[in-house]
């Protein structure tokens, strides 16, 4: 019994106040597509494709679209091994190709066929079946070839297939189950349990099949047999419907329904784990479609548009139970209670359990007691002698039987075991007596056998067993809603923990108390901003910027001690009031009281209690009457401040920034208080400034969680997100926990004109050379996604949200783009390298620098010509010569610049063409000299030829 119990108080106390799933929900326009989405699937790069009435809705994590159709989408379903897209429409099928441009379109299979709306799509051994109201074709996955089809099997509609066991089975109308072959179909021998019909097939993780019935049961079939599921949430699922089964990465189970939303069940306990529907923030209880991605997410379609439920997020959500009211301020856990402070009051989290009462039959065990003056004989003849209304009736005829039948107890028992002991010994003793031995020390004397003989024996009594029927409740279900504290009014401010399971409630109509029982009692009238705790003292700062000091106080009432709240207020103005208006209030670890408001900060003995005699009062240059909020940081008193975080310099006794504290964390003037910690935002992330050590949470991962309003920290550590009006818990996740299924991949490429490029060989012509990369990480682990990417091995960008990079304006060359993703965690999960080249314009093309080199060549070579002849002018030939070695020049950088990868840069360039000059003036120089030469020889032969007609060439030559 006491093990019983003790597993009873650690089973409930293990279902902890669970919060809800985390909910992303979102709307397409309604331009591109509508709410009737039928089918989901994704693609290898994480890409989610939804069977929408418009067409095929695409999702690449930031961007939604329509691919066009022929008719409306149906069904939608990858290919294991293609990794295609197959679609079956209304009246057709097919699948999604990508053309060299990334554009995705439809390609249709079955143009030359008739056929209905597809209702099912699987696959088998490269084969695609695609199933039909009527029909079944069987296609080849890489020929796309029509293999088969068949409308009816011995004159029955198919009505659902799946493959198992490498096998594809097919279920017909009339309940009947074949297996198809590449001769026909042939018969099995499957029947499903109670002989009931089909209603889904869903393959799961294991292999197995999960298949649904029309009477909404689950079962489980490996190939052979059917082995149901019990769940203890039978009732649920027979009231709306069961529709669809998905196994989940944990081993747990989803299961949807027609108009009760989505259950997350333990198939192995039949326990229900989630419940996913309106009260848990699903826009519609009707789901059209659900399914999980590779991450392990589902994702769930109704008539409000798509809604992805993050399981591995580390957040519940707390604010959808009944009962709150009012906008969310504030937020604590106190004694294993949650309040939630808001607008309208404070409320905590209770839990109710359901209990069913179970009648069981249950063998006890029961003692007759036999009268001394009746055999046992008689007894039972009497007991098996009963009368016609003993037997009608199940009673005694006669009411004046006096046999006494109860349940032994256990005292009863021990009482009856000594007894009886009790009874053999002094038997034994009167045997002994009676025989002669006599006892050591005991006279031999007939009164003592007179007397064991004469003493009452204890009556005979007949121990028999009973089926007695009993009842007891067993745990059916536990909900939670939040229920109201009484007597508090006024929007709540803050919490304060105060021993003995007291919690010190801050609010707009005052201070209460509120103790383990949840009943509150004011202890302030006035309307309070904020308080603090210190030993017995409690201070608290009114809306009019006043001080109040209360004191715990102990009392005797009716010898019974009891505590309650002083106002001693006025021991702090003791002397004089003061002139001190007071916006925030710290009490530090030395005792010493320290007071801000917009221009100042003041110091006070807390041992003292006199504020008319500041130990210290430093004013404060704030214009613009920022919020001076006072931390104790480091053994240091900081302050927000304008432009940055301040602390006070017990040296020089001033306020001195901290600028690296400043820099480090990133200061926008968006800070949240809470007593102890300074949660700073700087735009993307927030992070803590505190003494206090957290476990290792990743802080970037409030980055997904939009529009923060506040953030807590409660006594267990665990971090409490108020968003717009909701509240999440997020707790740690370990990054080995992190799905890493993830691609980075280029979706588009776009030129100056906006018009789409080709994917492979990217080259942009040098009037159009400006390029666009459209980038998606859709596989991404929920949450705001990054990108960075660098050029030709530069520096890296600083991180962006955007999926678009840019550049304009770049000149000539080859270009590597090197990009990177990286998840909530700052952890890089995608990498993409993409090259790609600006051509040259034709002016600098080397063909032609070749065609110029070639004209100019003829230009040299006929200022060789000319240059044999005094007629000509040298001026001529020499500038032929100079433009004819540019231009050589010119050719080979250009042609040097296609195998060298240099970034162009103005002083590189200018100091190339120096070398280039300063080339050009030795060579013209040896060019000028060598037709010279070739002149004064040529004049030379001539003149000796006129003088010497007779000279012989050999002569000459010699000479």
Known sequence: MLIAI????????????????????????????????????????????????????RFDGQNWNTIPSVSSVQVLKKHPVQQKIYVGLRDGFGYLNTDEFGVEGYVSLSDSLETEEILQIEFLNGNVYFLSANSLFVVNAFSGELIHTSSFIEEQAIDFLFPIDNQMIVNTENGAFYQWTDSGFVHNDIVLPDSSQLYFTRKNMDGKVFVGNLQNKLYS?????????????????????????????????????????????????????????????????????????????????????????????????????????????????????????????????????DYDEIEEIVRVKRVKRINEDTTEKEEEAKEEKKSFWEWLFGKSENNTDKEQIQEETWREKRNRKRAERKQKRELKKLEETQNGSKPIGLPQSSAISQKLSTKKQAPKSKVYYVDVKKKRLELKSVTYLYKKVENIKGK????????????????????????EEKEATKILKDNTMEASLYKNLLFAVTMDGQLKLLRKEKKKEKKKTTTYWKDITSELYANAPADFTVKHILVDKKANLWLSNDDAIARYDINILDLTSPEITLDINNPYGDDIQLLEYQQKIYMTGP??????????????????????????????????????????????????????????????????????????????????????????????????????????????????????????????????????????????????????????????????????????????????????????????????????????????????????SILLLLSFRLSRSYQVNRVISRLLTYLTLILCFSFIETVAQQYIAMQPHPVYDFLIEVCLAMLIFPIEKLMTKFILTKQHQKAVTTSDTELSPEITPAKTATS
């Open 221 to 353: 079939f490996d190939g052979k047999s059917f082995q149901h599921i019990p769940l203890k949430s039978q009732e649920y699922l027979d009231e709306f419907g069961l529709t669809d089964a998905i196994s989940l990465p944990d081993q747990s189970v989803a299961l949807s329904t027609e108009t009760g939303g989505i259950m997350i069940v333990d198939p192995i306990g039949g326990e229900t784990l989630y419940h996913i529907n309106l009260q848990s923030g699903l826009p519609d209880n009707e789901v059209l479609a659900f399914d999980k991605d590779k991450s392990g997410d589902m994702w769930i379609a109704h008539e409000h548009g798509l809604t992805k439920v993050n399981l591995h997020l580390p957040f519940e959500v707390y604010s959808n139970y009944y009962g709150l009211e009012g906008l969310l301020q504030c937020v604590g856990t106190y004694s294993d209670n949650l309040y939630v402070g808001s607008s309208m009051g404070l409320y905590y989290l209770d839990e109710i359990r």
């Open 643 to 856: 432009n940055g975080y301040y602390y006070f310099d017990q040296d020089s006794s001033a306020i001195v920034m901290d600028s690296v504290l400043t820099k480090q964390v990133g200061f926008t003037g968006i800070v949240q208080h809470q007593p102890g910690i300074f949660w700073n935002f700087n735009g993307q992330d927030w992070s803590p400034i505190t003494d206090i050590k957290f476990p290792n949470y990743s802080f970037h991962l409030l980055k997904t969680v939009p529009n923060i309003r506040k953030i807590f920290i409660d006594n267990d550590k665990s971090l409490w997100v108020i968003s717009q009006n909701d509240l999440h818990k997020v707790e740690d996740l370990p990054s080995n926990e992190i799905p890493k299924i993830f691609a980075l991949h280029v979706s588009a490429v776009k030129n100056s004109n906006g018009e789409r490029m080709s994917l492979y060989d990217l080259v942009l012509q040098p009037e159009h050379n400006s390029i666009q990369f459209d980038i998606a990480a859709p596989g991404v682990y929920h949450g705001s996604v990054e990108y960075q990417y660098r050029l030709n091995k530069g520096k890296w960008s600083d991180w962006q949200k955007d999926n678009t990079i840019s550049f304009s304006m770049l000149s000539s060359g080859k270009y590597t783009l090197e990009m990177q993703a990286r998840n909530s965690f700052e952890e890089i999960i995608g990498e993409k390298t993409i090259s790609f080249k600006v051509g040259l314009p034709y002016w600098k093309e080397p063909w032609f620098y070749a065609c110029e080199i070639a004209f100019f």
């Open 6 to 57: 003790i597993v009873l108080f650690t089973a409930i106390r293990a279902e902890a106040q669970p919060g809800d799933l985390y909910l992303t929900h979102f709307k397409p326009d309604h331009r591109v597509s509508d709410n009737q989405n039928l089918s989901i699937a994704q693609d290898r790069y994480g890409t989610m494709y939804f069977a929408n009435r418009k067409g095929i809705l």
């Open 492 to 515: 709540v401010r803050q919490l304060v923990q105060a021993p003995n399971n007291e919690t010190i409630v801050v609010t707009s109509h005052g201070i209460y108390s509120v103790n």
